[in-house]
């Protein structure tokens, strides 16, 4: 079975700009999740997925969203790009259940 | 809310010799718990559980972790450590309830010495 996969692995961008990262769950899994790691903040929840509806959402601003597809794939979108943002995105998906399996991540630099 | 502490930031061992490392986590209600074992460059791998049952749990590569409820801690362990086990080691828990939110600790830099 194939792993979790988040695209691109790399980005580069600019202040201001937006950005959207994709995440393709284990086939079958219905839920994705969502984290941001940072040096500073270490690992932070930013929100859920289930069967397209979001179940979860962390404390981050409106800045950041997302979706989920109906084949349950997951995009991020981050609006209005900060430094702040730099950071290794990381999905996780689960069969909505207990245990979260995780893809390599995406990490964001912010120019 | 729950919340995870990790002990140590950083625990520097000599190959071979045994290594702990410590997690601690505040809940008022059922939790599962993890950790997770994350190399350079790459995401998080899980390294072993504790969901219900035995609460000693063990990992194919000869971590193991124990869940002691009173003590509120989940502490990973392993005999005799390898050059290749140099990592960060995520300590996790999420609610029995909402598994699809985990709270990570701070993490743990395993550093094995020769």
């Known amino acids: 079975k194939a792993g979790v996969t988040q695209t691109p692995r790399y980005l580069i961008k600019t202040r201001g700009q937006q950005v959207t990262l994709s995440c393709s769950p284990i086939?079958?899994?219905?839920?994705v999740s969502w984290y941001q790691q940072t040096p500073g903040q270490g690992l932070q929840f930013l929100f859920e997925?289930?069967?397209?509806?979001?179940?979860n959402k962390g404390n981050f601003p409106g800045r950041f969203s997302g979706r989920q597809f109906s084949n349950s794939r997951s995009e991020m979108n981050v609006s209005t790009l900060e430094l702040g943002d730099s950071a290794l995105y990381l999905c996780?998906?689960?069969?909505?259940?207990?245990?979260?399996?995780f893809g390599a991540g995406t990490r964001l630099s912010v120019l | 809310a729950q919340s995870v502490t990790q002990l140590d930031s950083q625990v520097p061992v000599f190959e071979e010799a045994p290594v702990e490392l410590r997690c601690n986590y505040s809940?008022?209600?059922?939790?599962?718990l993890f950790w997770y074992v994350q190399y350079p460059n790459q995401g998080l791998q899980l390294l072993l559980k504790y969901l219900s049952g035995s609460t000693l749990v063990e990992s194919i590569n000869g971590f193991e972790a124990e869940f002691n409820k009173s003590q509120t801690s989940f502490h990973l362990r392993k005999p005799s450590v390898h050059i290749s086990d140099t990592a960060e080691y995520f300590c996790?828990?999420?609610?029995?309830?909402?598994?699809?939110?985990?709270?990570f600790g701070d993490g743990t830099t395993l550093t094995v010495k020769p």
């Open positions: 086939s079958g899994h219905r839920s």
């Open positions: 809940s008022s209600v059922s939790v599962y």
């Open positions: 996780a998906s689960s069969p909505g259940g207990s245990i979260q399996y």
């Open positions: 996790a828990v999420s609610l029995v309830t909402n598994a699809g939110k985990s709270t």
């Open positions: 997925y289930f069967s397209e509806t979001q179940r």
